[in-house]
């Protein structure tokens, strides 16, 4: 950080709410060279790098421990899925025919574009489609953090010249190893963000859950929501702005849907390994066991927490998305209506699922032309 912008990143992270959306575009400014216009998006990376690991007490070495990707009995599942992906995709570029039109799909992300065994995801059932030549680098586990400072898409965009570009990130940056524990209050005591008039336009049920949760969540919730508006909006400034290779490319984001803290292993006929893959991932670690912890037992507020935390991410999302002309949100908070929908408590149901790649596909065959 420089002696520019460190009092930005100070406010950002003990002041979250007094910072403004004006103190932001400051903040990203400051990356912008007075000479060529661009951004110097490695160097802001790094730094929001550091702010994830303030915001957590986290350094880099354990860093790396907490959000490796590709480690363990889940690191082997997803080098294998992604490896069948990526044979397969090779092969339908190579069976390409004459006079059909194809769609060229990067996807760069974590479970919901690749839950590696036992659920269709996002990508799965994109990949129905025999006009889409998709490349998949997802892997399930994996932390926006990594994915952009690790910087793998840069190259992988340079290659397969997609139009479209799909991404999803952010949910294990805040779930992951009970982290979130870290943002939330046993005592209702925090300062609060909405009022009953700010969230006018939501349903009654969604605004009075979010506002029973406004007093018990943290600022470093509220720092982490900005750490990650930066990185995405860093990461779009850098593939629209910083140069041309990319103007034509759609870019596609989605937030997740309201989940449900739950311990519990679910199951339906319609699904008879739920249980045993539920017991195995450890459902309830990563949204039910932080709440207990911190003491929060009421299981509707415990709903409330975490719905507001998710209305925060897609706003956020929302929002970037507006700074440009070729990025797009995927809201599919509607799509899942009840806890049964949920396969466990992070991930939906391979027909739920479905339904939310159809929002992706409707989008892309309307838009690519």
């Known amino acids: 950080m420089t002696q520019t912008n460190k009092p930005l990143y100070e406010k950002m992270l003990s ?23 661009k951004y110097n998006v490695e160097t802001a990376l790094q730094d929001l790098r550091e702010c994830v690991k303030k915001i957590y007490d986290l350094n880099e070495d354990r860093l790396r421990e907490t959000s490796n ?28 025919q004459p006079g059909k039109k194809y769609i060229r799909i990067y996807a760069e992300g974590d479970s919901w574009f690749l839950f590696p065994a036992f659920v269709t995801d996002i990508i799965d059932w994109l990949q129905k489609n025999d006009h889409y030549l998709i490349y998949s680098d997802a892997y399930g586990g994996d932390w926006i953090t990594n994915i952009l400072y690790e910087g793998q898409y840069i190259e992988a965009l340079s290659i397969h010249s997609p139009d479209v570009f799909l991404v999803s990130g952010g949910g294990n940056d805040l779930v992951g190893n009970s982290r979130m524990a870290g943002m939330v209050s046993k005592t209702a005591d925090q300062k609060i963000k909405h009022s009953a008039e700010s969230l006018a336009i939501l349903k009654d049920e969604e605004r009075e859950l979010i506002l029973l949760a406004q007093p018990y969540i943290t600022k470093d919730f509220y720092a982490f929501i900005w750490t990650m508006k930066a990185q995405y909006t860093l990461l779009f400034k850098g593939l629209y702005e910083n140069t041309g290779k990319f103007e034509k490319m759609i870019s596609l984001t989605q937030g997740y849907a309201y989940p449900y ?6 199951y339906s006929w319609r699904y008879p390994l739920q249980p045993i893959v539920n017991s195995f991932l450890g459902t309830g670690k990563w949204l039910f066991r932080p709440l207990m912890i911190k003491g929060i037992l009421d299981t509707r507020l415990q709903r409330a ?41 992070l991930h939906l149901k391979s027909h739920k699922f479905r339904d939310v790649a159809a929002l992706f596909k409707n989008f892309i065959d309307a838009n690519v032309k």
């Open 15 to 37: 002041e979250p709410l007094a910072f403004s959306s004006t103190d932001f575009e400051a903040l990203i400014s400051s990356y912008q060279s007075p000479v060529d216009q």
């Open 69 to 96: 990707a590709n480690s363990g009995t889940l690191g082997k599942l997803n080098r294998r899925s992604t490896r069948k992906r990526q044979e397969d995709y090779y092969k339908r570029v190579e069976n390409q």
């Open 261 to 266: 803290p739950r311990k519990e292993n679910n």
């Open 305 to 345: 927490i975490v719905m507001t935390f998710i209305y925060e991410f897609n706003e956020m999302l929302i929002d970037v998305a507006k700074g440009f002309d070729n990025v797009h949100h995927i809201d599919c908070r509607p799509i899942p209506e009840k806890q049964d929908d949920w396969y466990d408590e």
